[in-house]
């Protein structure tokens, strides 16, 4: 089999030099103005490399950036294709879009539904998810849809109980999307994938689409691809701007571990960052102690973790991405590090780690190719395992031609990892990159400020707190969930205002002298910023939830109180190598591993 590797023409491998518009790319009017109606008026990079190519009908693999678009660049020349597609009587469907998780799955049919309805075409498409009975299998499949979207193990489960044969997929398939496709294998999904691919048939076109290079990636392609001519998208530009958006802005945070509520109270109560945000921790106990942590301040804030049933874990997501609520805590480490004795987790008595393993769903992910629309900050309260996992975080923000900030609060326990990610995203000391910065705007002056009341809170926020309270938390979402599936069955689309996610668990309401910040604890530096910061965001039309839906098209940095704001902190911080932000000594570790 030949394999041929195509660069994209010069003249787009720079976001800034692009003048490509929709119609350039022969896309049909019908998905053009199906497009506007989404204030979706320009392709990115990557859509105006892969529309063509994909409408030519060449298999092609396609890597790029996280929030690059890459949905709509293998959804918008799909739909264009079938819209032309003589219509036939056929027993499978024409495209079947595999993806890793039930979110993207859910994620990917919402995209290709609403397309559908707004392009006025007589399109069916259907979502498999492998807790659905067998008999709605049937049923959704009996309806002829002309695409699945599903799980590759939904797939193998079609064809062993009959519910699709491989005589009609022989007989129907013309696409064939492999939606994260880095991920699939990882996911355990290569006994499933190698089950449906003798029934491909030759003619079948096969994408791929990846955030990143892998050896899986390298590995599906000899799978999947059989035509003859197979296009690589290569990377574009160098490896920084790859990795993560350029319009993202990553800092870092350096404090101890004990420290690190103080730190992010000290974020969120002085309005120092962009809403809404987005925290990750290591570990679902670590998730709730936050949480608990932020109400009695009078900061309301959801979980999401791979423990909640899947209804509640869609709708919290929609609930989010429709402005209900500006903080979110998500848990996205592998459920083996959950159950490590390791933190907050050693806590958790046996029988309830066994549960917690039981509950936890090996189909969830939180982070990789979920979009969570509109979130200004990403902030790693916990550090990420490895470096991918910080890519994939991170990429919450900046979708697309939005902007974004990320704050990484690293402890002296995690500055191996700090490096490895830096090292990885090619932040060299040599040429004074400094990709990832000291975050600009938060004191150590206003970090003290707090640190007696949250060190007070912290202790009330005990272990059995943590427990009953994610306890608690489960068996209202288990509760809601029923009452979901309901919804979601009648009015798929609609959100039930009535089940919210962000309600708060503690008994007791927030002290009132909690609630406020009073002014004699703020210095001047810190008002300014959290001046500067709110100004910013009524600059960027951040105000209002609903004005949160529309999309940023341009990056406004000369608003951006980061791109212009100096901290007195910050300078202390930069001339004293760190010095000022740590009595734990992180510069001096810092220092120490940049030599080696
Ligand atoms: N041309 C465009 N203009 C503006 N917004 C866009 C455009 N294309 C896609 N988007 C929006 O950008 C966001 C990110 O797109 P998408 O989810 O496809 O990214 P992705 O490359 O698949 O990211 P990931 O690798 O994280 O899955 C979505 O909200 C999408 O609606």
Not at 62 to 68: E, F, L, N, P
Request: net charge positive.
């Amino acid at each position: 089999m030949a394999e041929t590797t195509e660069k994209p023409p010069k003249d787009i491998e720079s976001e800034d030099e692009q003048e490509q518009t929709f119609e350039s790319l022969g896309l049909d009017g019908r998905l053009i103005r199906a497009l506007n109606k989404k204030k979706i008026d320009k392709p990115t990079p990557i859509q105006q490399v892969a529309i063509p190519l994909i409408l030519q009908g060449k298999d092609v693999v396609a890597r790029a950036k996280t929030g690059s678009g890459k949905t709509f660049a293998y959804l918008l020349p799909l739909l264009q294709k079938l819209f032309t597609l003589e219509p036939k009587k056929k027993l499978a469907p024409s495209a079947i879009v595999l993806v890793p998780t039930r979110e993207l799955s859910q994620q990917v049919y919402t995209e290709v539904s609403s397309l559908i309805e707004l392009c006025r075409v007589p399109l069916k498409v259907v979502q498999l998810t492998s807790s659905m009975p067998a008999p709605d299998w049937r049923t959704a499949l009996a309806a002829l849809p002309e695409i699945l979207v599903t799980t590759p193990a939904c797939v193998k489960k079609c064809l062993s109980d009959g519910v699709l044969q491989p005589t009609s997929i022989d007989e129907s398939l013309e696409i064939l999307v492999l939606d994260e496709a880095d991920l699939l294998l990882s996911y355990g999904y290569e006994g499933d994938i190698k089950a449906l691919t003798p029934h491909i048939p030759k003619r079948c076109q096969c994408l791929l689409m990846s955030a990143t290079s892998s050896d899986d990636v390298e590995k599906l392609k000899k799978l999947i691809l059989h035509n003859s001519y197979i296009l690589t998208l290569p990377e574009v530009g160098d490896i920084k701007d790859e990795v993560i958006p350029k319009n993202v802005q990553q800092f870092w945070i350096s404090c101890s571990a004990r420290d690190k509520l103080l730190y992010i109270l000290s974020l969120l109560k002085l309005e120092l960052v962009q809403k809404k945000v987005l925290i990750f921790t290591n570990t679902i106990d670590m998730g709730f102690r936050l949480k608990l942590f932020l109400e009695k301040f009078g900061i309301r804030s959801a979980v999401l973790n791979s423990e909640l049933p899947q209804n509640s874990r869609l709708h919290i997501l929609e609930e989010f991405n429709a402005g209900l609520f500006d903080y979110l805590i998500a848990t996205d480490t592998s459920k083996s590090k959950e159950n490590e004795d390791n933190g907050v987790s050693s806590i958790e008595p046996k029988k309830s780690r066994k549960h917690a393993k039981h509950k936890a769903d090996s189909e969830f992910g939180v982070v990789r190719g979920i979009d969570f629309k509109n979130v200004h900050t990403v902030v790693n309260l916990d550090m990420p395992e490895s470096a991918e996992g910080y890519v994939h975080r991170i990429g919450r923000t900046g979708r697309a031609y939005s902007t974004g900030a990320s704050i990484s609060l690293v402890s002296p326990d995690e500055m191996a990892i700090f490096e490895e990610i830096k090292s990885f995203l090619g932040d060299d000391e040599k040429d004074n990159s400094n990709l990832i910065p000291p975050f600009p705007l938060l004191t150590k002056n206003a970090v003290e400020s707090l640190r007696y009341r949250a060190e007070d809170v912290a202790k009330s926020v005990t272990k059995i707190a943590v427990r009953e309270s994610r306890a608690q938390d489960l068996r209202n979402e288990i509760l809601n969930s029923e009452k979901l599936k309901a919804h979601f069955e009648v009015n798929p689309r609609d959100l039930a205002d009535l089940l919210k996610h962000d309600k708060a668990l503690s008994k007791k309401p927030p002290a009132p002298h909690l609630r406020d910040v009073p002014d004699y604890l703020l210095d001047a530096t810190t008002k300014e910023a959290s001046k500067t910061v709110k100004l910013a965001r009524a600059a960027m039309g951040n105000t209002n939830p609903a004005r949160r839906h529309g999309f940023k098209r341009k990056s406004k940095r000369n608003k951006d109180p980061l791109k212009t704001f100096t901290a007195e902190g910050h300078k202390r911080a930069r001339r004293g190598g760190m010095k000022q932000e740590g009595k734990d000594g992180n510069g001096n570790h810092r220092q120490k591993k940049r030599k080696t």
